[in-house]
T-cell receptor
Framework: DVKVTQSSRYLVKRTGEKVFLECVQD?????MFWYRQDPGLGLRLIYF???????EKGDIPEGYSVSREKKERFSLILESASTNQTSMYLC?????????????FGEGSWLTVV | DAKTTQPTSMDCAEGRAANLPCNHS???????VYWYRQIHSQGPQYIIH???NNETNEMASLIITEDRKSSTLILPHATLRDTAVYYC??????????????FGKGTKLSVKP
């Protein structure tokens, strides 16, 4: 089974803090993604990475950065957390190449910024 | 990516088959049909996907009509743990770095004892 593991399920941070969300996958997937999910807005793509040290902005990258130093690990960084970044964050991964490759999600990280 | 239409909610008796419909009348020839589900407070869970042929795995069966304008996800023996929101998504899979999934509102399936 594919395993995408997010390090923290629930976090509470203060406004202005730097926040790190970590994600690890164990299937040697090239592609990794960070989404946020908000009621009524569905899933929105923040960043994705197609290989080590490679990244591209998604639909809502403002206020976020990412790091992919190793193939299995993809980190989402909130440089200065704000209350409007309170959300559920989802990491996902997918094998590159071919077609019909499935995207697998982690359990999600609930972040509250106070 | 093509738009999908699903019923807002459905009920199913425990032990019975749950049949979840999805309309995707504007689907194009290279778009796959994916099904995910999301249990409250958890990440989306992949269920099954297909292009043209019907598919079956350990979780479910996917029936795609011959014209590909609609599909049905079948959970053969629903349990209480299958209560979740089920999403039908159609998308082109370029096999490259693109991977954005557009989740609609889905169908809230309630499995009742």
């Amino acid at each position: 089974d594919v395993k995408v593991t997010q390090s923290s399920r629930y976090l509470v941070k203060r406004t202005g803090e730097k926040v790190f969300l970590e994600c690890v996958q164990d299937m040697d997937h090239e592609n990794m993604f960070w989404y946020r999910q908000d009621p009524g807005l569905g899933l929105r793509l923040i960043y994705f990475s197609y290989d080590v040290k490679m990244k591209e902005k998604g639909d809502i990258p403002e206020g976020y950065s990412v790091s992919r130093e190793k193939k299995e690990r993809f980190s989402l960084i909130l440089e200065s957390a704000s209350t409007n970044q309170t959300s559920m964050y989802l990491c996902a991964s997918r094998k590159s190449g071919g077609t019909g490759n499935t995207i697998y999600f982690g359990e999600g990280s609930w972040l509250t910024v106070v | 990516d093509a738009k999908t239409t699903q019923p807002t909610s459905m009920d199913c008796a425990e032990g019975r088959a749950a049949n979840l419909p999805c309309n995707h009348s504007t689907i194009s020839g290279n778009e796959y049909v994916y099904w995910y589900r999301q249990i409250h407070s958890q990440g989306p869970q992949y269920i099954i996907h297909g292009l043209k042929n019907n598919e079956t795995n350990e979780m479910a069966s996917l029936i795609i009509t011959e014209d590909r304008k609609s599909s049905t996800l079948i959970l053969p023996h629903a349990t209480l743990r299958d209560t979740a929101v089920y999403y039908c998504i159609v998308r082109v899979d370029y096999g490259g770095s693109q991977g954005n999934l557009i989740f609609g509102k889905g169908t809230k399936l309630s499995v009742k004892p």
